[in-house]
């Protein structure tokens, strides 16, 4: 069965990165999630809070929903697709 033009792009992208020798998902729209140890986070492609706590927060970035647990988290800062939360990260979750 051939594969849709979408399909066809994404296979390309994924060849293209592993040839530069850069992370999967760098050059398709997906989040891209940078931690500095357990004390930060920073979320390019962040599409909105979803939930926010001092122990949880979850954020969606379109395709699936990112989320912190931990303890005296909070958002430090929030634009328009980013998004950096602060605290004592201890878990980084991934739903669908």
């Not at 994924?14 to 999630?33: C, N, V, Y």
């Not at 357990?38 to 989320?67: Q, W």
């Amino acid at each position: 069965m051939p594969k849709s033009k979408k399909e066809a792009m994404l296979g390309a992208l994924e060849s293209l990165s592993s040839a530069l020798d850069i992370p999967a998902g760098t050059l398709t729209k997906g989040a891209q999630i940078v931690l500095s140890s357990n004390r930060e986070a920073t979320i390019e492609g962040c599409k909105g809070v979803l939930e926010y706590s001092d122990d949880k927060i979850r954020l969606s970035t379109g395709s699936s929903i990112i989320r912190f647990t931990g303890s005296e988290l909070e958002i430090k800062s929030l634009s328009p697709g980013y998004a950096a939360v602060k605290g004592f990260i201890v878990s980084v979750e991934f739903e669908n």
